[in-house]
């Protein structure tokens, strides 16, 4: 199959996370605006081309006032930096369907390469005669590594938020004509 343009469906998609909360519990969260355009055969990722962008103003931990925090300088400090970008660099098949894809992600003005398993999970047509295909990401990165660092000290020792956040992705994206 050639390479061709897919636009990513937000109706039945996501990026959500998960961060360790007070050394004991962790804290899920998603983020409801994000685009991506994709230039890929689905069936052999390797040669794609994936560019990924978030609106961290859209994060949503179902708790407003930590929202709200995260919106800071404190955190993302979105009036600086209010998106969070990937692009591409490497893509490397790791078994039938399983690949790593590796890019620059850029976050708080900082960029670092970071890499994601994907998996392909299959391709078909809607009853609208569309054509669809699904992926799933799994990551994770250091927020340290992009100078997110605020913290609170615990009085039973550790720290109030995790360094460590896992990424989990769902694409369903439409092929374009």
């Known amino acids: 199959m050639a390479k061709t343009k897919w636009i990513v469906d937000p109706t039945h998609s996501s990026i959500d996370f998960?961060?360790?909360?007070?050394?004991?519990?962790?804290?899920?969260?998603?983020?409801?605006?994000?685009?991506?355009?994709?230039?890929?055969?689905?069936?052999?990722?390797?040669?794609?081309?994936?560019?990924?962008?978030?609106?961290?103003?859209?994060?949503?931990?179902?708790?407003?006032?930590?929202?709200?925090?995260?919106?800071?300088?404190?955190?993302?400090?979105?009036?600086?930096?209010?998106?969070?970008?990937?692009?591409?660099?490497?893509?490397?098949?790791?078994?039938?369907?399983?690949?790593?894809?590796?890019?620059?992600?850029?976050?708080?003005?900082?960029?670092?390469?970071?890499?994601?398993?994907v998996t392909f999970e299959g391709q078909g047509k809607d009853p609208w005669g569309n054509e669809k295909a699904g992926f799933s990401g799994q990551g994770s990165l250091k927020r340290s590594d992009y100078g997110l660092t605020w913290n609170a000290a615990l009085e039973t020792g550790g720290v109030l938020v995790g360094d460590e956040v896992k990424v989990s992705i769902e694409i369903e994206a439409s092929k374009q004509a």
Not at 101 to 106: D, F, K, Y
């Open 18 to 117: 998960t961060i360790r909360h007070m050394m004991i519990a962790k804290v899920k969260g998603t983020f409801h605006t994000f685009e991506a355009n994709i230039e890929a055969d689905p069936t052999d990722l390797t040669t794609a081309d994936v560019q990924f962008s978030i609106d961290l103003s859209s994060i949503d931990t179902r708790n407003d006032d930590r929202d709200a925090h995260l919106r800071t300088a404190d955190f993302f400090d979105i009036e600086k930096y209010p998106k969070l970008t990937f692009q591409s660099t490497q893509i490397t098949k790791t078994g039938d369907g399983e690949y790593n894809v590796t890019g620059n992600l850029n976050l708080h003005g900082v960029t670092r390469p970071e890499t994601f398993s």
